[in-house]
């Protein structure tokens, strides 16, 4: 059967072919659907088999005097305008204060024949629409709706008993991890032995999440779903494992022994010998910030590796004494997937030149702009190169605890290590680890913009780039406050290769501007509107 697909409700398609609004009954996206009659030049489809659809969070628009009836326990029902633009409006019954919109998490109901939208029961209200607190929240549903853990599904997890006898005991080496501060998911320790030759003994160890986690166990499918934690600075992390997993059974806390995926090399005048990855069982000692371990004994190791694998990078910054030791951990678990042609690797495409010259003209340090995203490929791809940071072969394993990727490529390296050669790639996998992975950016995009929408005003940017057609032009400009891009429409009026005439939102006054042109812009917010590029009101000043 068919699956309805769309990212706009107003927008399906089916088998690649764009259907109309008007030609679906009562489906929602990823529905299982068949022709179900209608004339001939305006096939009806409907829903043979409903999808499992995430909660939902939205506006409930209790403040509008419309009423869309009343449940059996005489309830109000009011409209939900969901956040995520690929679903419809829902009915949704709610007692809250009808004097105040506020963002709430509803799952569906159903969807009755004589009904014109959905019904929705109504989970949760978050809070005042606005509200930074609620409007936080709500980013989290938005961008991961299934991982918050109830108390019984994050308590579902048994605690079992692991065979440890095959295992390398490193419990009574030097061992200590480097995280911010109050940091509890932690992925990754280092351990080192300084030998009489003058040679070091090196263990980088992570987390072995793969073996505490079912495959398949439902925390595991939820897992899959969400990709990896999102981050909210100084909220709660919204994680892609229960918290007692991934701050405690499975966190390489000081103080408690855990199972580990280590590799193990020597330092020897300044070169790496003999590598090799073992299970293990490790007992973190010591704790530090990446500002305390600077002035710890152990920074002079750190700073060398960081030299030796990273030469590039800034020796001085301790956060990538740490970025270098993940760097050389990953790319060497990728050599080993790579060879059996199994796992995911991490693949970045070369810059864009044009748009690279271009900005090196607006200001060289804008040059990582015209790089392409990176993405999830299966290690048997043909190329798996990461441009970004020039090396042939690069994958995620070192956050386990944040990431699924890392989970499955532990998974794999088990899957060879212990013969089980019966290893084959998952389109869908990449597919919705690809999918999260963008999500997870949107996420921090829209936090920032919600961040800086606290303080409304007038701030500054730099045109990078236009395109236009006969009525509509699309601007590229650049926040350095915000370290990010953002594009907005604006009525054209005239435009050349570098330099663009636009019309004013109000279509009141006309502004020229050349690439690389500093704007001056005022943002609002508008609290009222369920998605977030019709929430921030981006208007030029000059």
Not at 30 to 57: F, H, M
Not at 197 to 209: E, H, K, P, Y
Not at 329 to 348: F, V
Request: aromatic content about 10%; proline content about 5%.
């Amino acid at each position: 059967m068919p699956i309805l697909k769309t990212k706009d409700y107003k927008k399906f398609e089916i088998d690649g072919a764009n259907i109309p609004f008007s030609c679906l009954d009562r489906c929602l996206p990823e529905d299982q659907v068949c022709e179900g009659g209608g004339l001939e030049n305006k096939k009806i489809w409907i829903s043979t088999s409903r999808a499992k659809y995430p909660p939902l969070v939205g506006i409930l628009d209790v403040t509008n005097k419309t009423r869309y009836g009343f449940t059996a326990k005489n309830v109000p029902i009011y409209l939900f305008h969901p956040m995520n633009k690929a679903f419809p409006p829902f009915r949704v019954g709610s007692t809250t204060d009808p004097n105040l919109n506020v963002l709430a998490v509803i799952t569906f109901e159903s969807w009755d024949l004589n009904q014109s939208l959905p019904r929705g029961n109504c989970q949760q209200i978050l809070g005042p629409v606005g509200s930074l607190e609620a409007e936080s929240e709500a980013l989290y549903w938005l961008y991961s709706p299934y991982t918050a853990y109830t108390k019984k599904q994050s308590l579902s997890l048994e605690q079992v008993e692991f065979d440890v006898e095959n295992r390398m005991d490193i419990t009574d080496w030097l061992t200590f991890n480097v995280d911010p501060a109050g940091c509890r998911d932690i992925d990754d320790v280092f351990s080192y032995k300084q030998n009489a030759d003058g040679s070091v003994d090196c263990i980088i160890t992570i987390a072995d999440v793969a073996e505490t986690l079912p495959e398949n166990h439902p925390i595991d499918l939820i897992a899959r779903q969400a990709g990896q934690s999102l981050y909210q600075e100084g909220r709660k992390p919204r994680h892609m494992l229960p918290a007692d997993l991934a701050e405690d059974l499975g966190s390489l806390v000081a103080g408690r022994e855990r199972l580990g995926l280590s590799l193990i090399f020597t330092l020897t005048n300044n070169k790496v010998c003999s590598t090799l990855f073992r299970e293990t069982v490790v007992m973190n000692k010591e704790t530090y910030t990446y500002e305390s371990v600077s002035k710890s004994e152990h920074k002079d190791i750190l700073r060398t590796l960081c030299e030796v694998f990273t030469p590039d990078a800034d020796p001085t910054d301790s956060h990538n004494w740490i970025a270098a030791l993940m760097i050389f951990y990953n790319k060497e678990m990728a050599a080993i997937i790579k060879n059996w042609s199994a796992g995911i690797c991490r693949s970045h495409k070369a810059p864009n030149e044009e748009k690279m010259k271009m900005l090196e003209k607006i200001d060289p340090t804008l040059k990582f702009l015209a790089m392409s995203s990176a993405e999830y490929i299966s290690a048997g791809s043909p190329e798996t190169r990461h441009h970004g940071l020039n090396l042939e072969i690069y994958c995620h394993a070192t956050s386990p605890l944040r990431r699924y990727a890392d989970i499955q490529n532990q998974r794999v390296w088990k899957w060879i290590t212990h013969e089980n050669h019966n290893i084959t790639s998952n389109d869908h996998l990449l597919e919705l680890l690809n999918s999260a992975s963008k999500s997870a950016k949107k996420h921090d995009r829209d936090f920032t913009f919600l961040t800086a929408l606290q303080n409304p005003g007038d701030i500054e940017g730099y045109l990078l780039d236009y395109t236009h057609d006969d009525s509509t032009a699309k601007l590229e400009i650049y926040i350095p406050s915000w370290q990010k891009s953002i594009k907005r429409k604006y009525p054209f009026v005239s435009g050349s290769e570098d330099t663009i005439v636009i019309k004013s939102r109000d279509e009141k006054s006309e502004m020229k501007f050349k690439k690389g042109d500093k704007i001056r812009a005022a943002i609002s917010f508008d609290a009222s509107k369920p998605y977030w590029k019709e929430r921030m009101i981006f208007r030029i000043l000059s």
